[in-house]
């Protein structure tokens, strides 16, 4: 299971610090991705990070203000969300995948969390 945590109420300009954790897995064999979903939007990609933390792909929209890392010994993985804007409203959700590389799509992951919610006021 994965489980994210972190998610708030944050003012336009804050900053948020969400992670995922997981039980019963090993995170260090995964890539893992964060993906967010606003209302009446579909799921969307954010950032993904390769299974040995060499390799991260950002969304435009979020480059240069997230920041995702890991840290295999604590099975967690992280996202550092900066100068957050209310377009980053939305739900956020990790995902894991176990083989190839890390993917942008929904479809390339394997297990997901269940979401965290992040509201960033104007």
């Known amino acids: 299971h994965l489980v994210e945590s972190g998610g708030g109420l944050v003012q336009a300009g804050g900053s948020l610090r969400l992670s995922c954790a997981a039980s019963?897995?090993?995170?260090?064999?995964?890539?893992m991705g964060w993906f967010r979903q606003a209302p009446g939007k579909e799921r969307e990609f954010v950032v993904a990070?390769?299974?040995?933390?060499?390799?991260?792909y950002y969304a435009n929209s979020v480059k240069g203000r997230f920041t995702i890392s890991r840290d295999n010994a604590k099975n967690t993985v992280y996202l550092q969300m900066n100068s957050l804007k209310p377009e980053d409203t939305a739900v956020y959700y990790c995902?894991?995948?176990?083989?190839?590389?890390?993917?942008?799509?929904?479809?390339?992951?394997?297990?997901w969390g269940q979401g965290t919610q992040v509201t960033v006021s104007s």
């Open positions: 995902a894991a995948r176990f083989l190839g590389s890390p993917g942008t799509i929904h479809d390339d992951y394997d297990y």
């Open positions: 019963g897995r090993t995170l260090s064999r995964y890539n």
């Open positions: 990070i390769s299974w040995d933390g060499a390799s991260t």
